[in-house]
């Protein structure tokens, strides 16, 4: 009897994925698989099948060749340049945070912050916000699912305050507990900081209705928006969040480059967190003052050239169209999720109705890594561990889970090649058969 048998009934029937009405999955796949260079590379003799995306995307070549442009045409430093090649480079860079700003219909481009990426963003707001703003017993509320950079910060900064952690706890299909995050909010809560998507669940968070919750409770928020804006049309104002947070590798831009958007007069509040060139308005050995935000936040010179790559990834994403986007990869996770109830022996971790394209699983009998390396050497990238949300497998009491995530590049044969892997897995160990 396969112990498993009766939970996967169970995740059956609670993984209703997938949109009604979604394009066929490999139409857009096979209509952008020739703009990603790197899609064509064997690795170990095979075609490569990329299902790591969570981690990081792949780059299509607009966003290669926009950063070698900017190299080859316009490099210099920006803002405090006079010449010419200067203002060019500063108006390429600011024309970035432009895209971004409209890209998540920010009110002004001066609420945009240019980070590392999303770890960095959600750092300032600590290093900034938090040490300024928070007293001892103050409690900042994140959810169960939490990426490990959505909870070290603010673990760091309580040391520093006094202030207090709680995070709401999960439900078995890797959801929020219903009703705890309302209930855990209270008079002392100042900040409730959220993932908009679990990258180790898949689940979607109803973020919109958190954040008017936490308002009413005089909380201020901030969304974790690594695994949301590739996936998903986002509006910061529809959302009325107070912080978002973001990475460009993950939306198919170069790495080292993100953005925090925070309201405007929350950013004017802000004292600085990092010293430097370019965020400062005057400088003596009296005292120094600070230049209006964004500066005031983004101390020395940044990663331009990656400015201008996510402004292309942008551009890019833009041109397909986020609802297209999403319509392909639910109906690739609908079609995957099913091929994966199909196999003996597999758990799904992350059986929320309201997912993005990821797939957590344990495959019984077989550690998660083994499972990857043996994938592996079939061509099948994906992920395996904890994934940077440790509390997510204390709390399914597991060690790790295997993972695969999806873009818009995946297609069927991707998740059949993914399924066959696991299959061949499972035969190598004597494992999975029916019973
Ligand atoms: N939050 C979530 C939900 C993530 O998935 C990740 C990346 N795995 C991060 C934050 C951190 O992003 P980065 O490493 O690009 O700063």
């Not at 010449?83 to 390429?92: E, G, I, K, P, V």
């Not at 995946?410 to 059949?416: A, Q, S, V, W, Y």
């Amino acid at each position: 009897m396969n112990a498993l048998a009766p939970r996967l009934d169970a995740a059956r029937a609670e993984a209703p994925v997938g949109t009604p009405g979604g394009a066929p999955a490999v139409s857009l796949a096979a209509q952008v698989a020739a703009d990603f260079p790197i899609l064509t590379r064997r690795v170990r003799d095979k075609r490569l099948v990329y299902l790591d995306n969570a981690a990081t995307t792949h780059k299509p070549e607009a966003v290669i060749e926009a950063e070698r442009a900017f190299y080859r045409e316009s490099n210099a430093n920006i803002h405090r340049g006079v010449h010419w090649l200067s203002q060019h480079a500063t108006d390429l860079y600011e024309g970035a945070r432009e895209r971004v700003q409209r890209f998540l219909n920010a009110a002004r481009s001066e609420e945009i912050v240019f980070t590392r990426g999303t770890t960095e963003a959600i750092n300032l707001v600590a290093w900034s916000w938090g040490r300024a703003n928070l007293k001892p017993g103050d409690e900042i509320l994140v959810t169960g699912m939490e990426h490990h950079s959505n909870i070290v910060p603010w673990q760091l900064v309580c040391e520093q305050t006094g202030a207090v952690l709680k995070a709401v706890p999960l439900t078995d299909r890797g959801e929020l507990e219903p009703g705890a995050f309302e209930a855990m909010l209270g008079p002392r809560t100042r900040l409730a900081a959220i993932v908009h998507v679990s990258n180790a669940l898949g689940t979607v968070n109803p973020v919109a209705a958190m954040i008017e919750r936490a308002h009413a409770a005089g909380a201020l928020v901030l969304v974790d928006g690594a695994q949301a804006v590739a996936h998903q049309a986002v509006d910061v104002q529809a959302l009325g969040c107070d912080f978002y947070a973001f990475s460009g590798h993950k939306l198919y831009g170069p790495t080292g480059i993100g953005a925090l958007y925070a309201r405007h007069e929350l950013l004017a509040a802000m004292p600085p967190w990092q010293g430097g060139g370019d965020m400062i308005r005057t400088v003596s050995f009296e005292g120094s003052t600070w230049a209006d935000p964004p500066a005031r936040f983004e101390a020395g010179t940044p990663n331009i050239a990656g400015g201008v790559g996510l402004a292309a990834a942008i551009d890019y994403v833009t041109g397909i169209g986020l609802p297209r986007i999403a319509a392909h990869e639910h109906a690739l996770l609908e079609y995957a999720t099913e091929a994966a109830l199909r196999i003996p022996g597999l758990r799904l971790i992350g059986t929320a109705p309201g997912k993005t394209g990821i797939l957590s699983f344990m495959v019984e009998g077989i550690h998660p890594h083994d499972l990857g390396t043996i994938l592996d050497a079939e061509g099948v990238a994906i992920r395996a561990g904890h994934h940077c949300a440790m509390p997510v497998m204390t709390r399914f009491g597991i060690p790790g889970t295997a993972r695969a995530s999806l873009a818009i590049y995946n297609d069927e044969r991707d998740i059949d090649a993914l399924m066959a892997a696991i299959r061949g897995a499972q035969r190598m160990f004597g494992t999975g058969a029916r019973p």
